[in-house]
């Protein structure tokens, strides 16, 4: 069994890859510089011309880009080569307004395929798995960049996309599936269903789970890796930067490998915009190094996370990125208390009677902020005596309160009743008018 996909980028000295990265950044700085406008110009503006990058410190120099960028030069404005030669596109779903809109060359498709090989060999898997796709396939990058991945890696795509659960579970077992792709939700979903249908985990084959496209805890590990019997892995991408391929957790789980042959992650405080050192959280910046139709210089992703340089014990010496513990714009701030979803599903989780289904609701009432958490009780705990329930109400609330310092309420409700999602949760309802 391969335990890299391409050894000698995983596994180069850091000086060698600070080698490969400037030369590449120099090339994308003069190639961005040439052939996009709003480039040109946002360097102009700082004063800044392709010869100035001299050293990767001369990074922090360069002007971000943001989400507004993106919409504003909808839809084909930051593409760096003629449209020709774009043969692919993807697009955000775009809630409000215009969708963003990436374009990859015939290379770059090249690119990303590699990209998702590596992110599934850094997973375990092989040439001899099976690999169910149950991320949405269309115009959001998650179905057809695994699916591409998977093909290149040599292994069997099963590109069923999201949702039909019932023919998720039969196909799981008659194709004897050993490696499942889609968000945390909906494999935790697919789980419980797997359960209520009766099928015993040995007749599976399920032995590794790839998740992302959200936030989820390591507690949110320990149930799907006991509810699936399988290692469950989190990858991180974003169409922005790519689609799924920019970083992977190996079988360590202590952070996702960046690939930094192929991008330059920073991380910077959002208020001052100045990068800040190792270990410490703030945002997510990236800047692609080898793509060729859609490019970004410093894009502020909203996530938060923290970089680490030691070397990992799987041997690969690529930055490791602390799991996104939320979002710069999805991040609540609750009698001004700066609080994630994914903090109170840890909290949730810790327990063991309640299920990883929950929803906040915020709310104003006389002036001041309400939090009301909804998790779904256990099966078991469903059952039990309202003086049990009321115990377990309190131990929540005080539990939220020291870890966070914010008081909840929390309302137990029958397992089952939350809304499932077969594509990213909805945890959160805000109901303030701020
Ligand atoms: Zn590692």
Known sequence: MSLYWDVYHETMSREQLADIQLKRLKSLVQRVYTSVPFYRQAFQEKGI??????????????????KKDLRD????????????????????????????????????????????????TVAGGTKEDVVQNAYG????????????GAERLGATIVPISGGNTARQIMLMQDFGTTILTCTPSYALYLAEEIHAAGVDLK??????????????????????????????????GLSEVLGPGVGVECSCKNGLHIFEDHFIPEIIDPKTEQPVPYGQKGELVFTTL????????????????????????????????????????????IRGVNVFPSQIESVLLEFGETEPHYLLVVDRKAGMDDLEIQV????????????????????????????????ARIRLVEPKSLPRSEGKAK????????
Request: glycine content about 8%.
């Open 49 to 66: 011309s392709p010869g100035d990058i001299n050293s990767l410190d001369d990074l922090k120099n360069l002007p971000f880009t943001t």
């Open 73 to 120: 030069t909808y839809p084909f404005g930051l593409f760096a080569v003629p449209r020709s030669e774009i043969v692919r596109m993807h697009a955000s779903s775009g809630t409000t307004g215009k969708p963003i809109v990436v374009g990859y060359t015939k290379r770059d498709l090249e690119t990303w395929s590699d990209l998702v090989a590596r992110c599934i």
């Open 137 to 148: 396939y269309g115009l959001f990058t998650g179905g057809l960049g695994i699916h591409y």
């Open 203 to 236: 007749n599976l084959r399920l032995k590794a789970g790839i998740f992302g496209a959200e936030p989820w805890s390591d507690n949110m590990r320990i149930q799907l890796e006991e509810k699936l019997g399988i290692s469950a892995h989190d990858i991180y």
């Open 290 to 333: 080898t793509k060729e139709g859609f490019p970004v210089i410093r894009y502020r992703t909203r996530d938060i996370s923290a970089l680490h340089p030691e070397k990992c014990a799987c041997g690969r010496t690529h930055l490791r990125m602390e799991r996104i513990t939320g979002r710069t714009d999805d991040m609540l701030i």
């Open 376 to 407: 779904e009780l256990s099966q078991k705990m469903f059952s039990d005596k309202v003086a049990a329930l009321e115990v377990l109400e309190r131990r929540l609330r005080q539990r939220i309160l020291s870890v966070l310092g914010i008081s």
């Open 427 to 434: 945890r959160v309802i805000d109901k303030r008018e701020l």
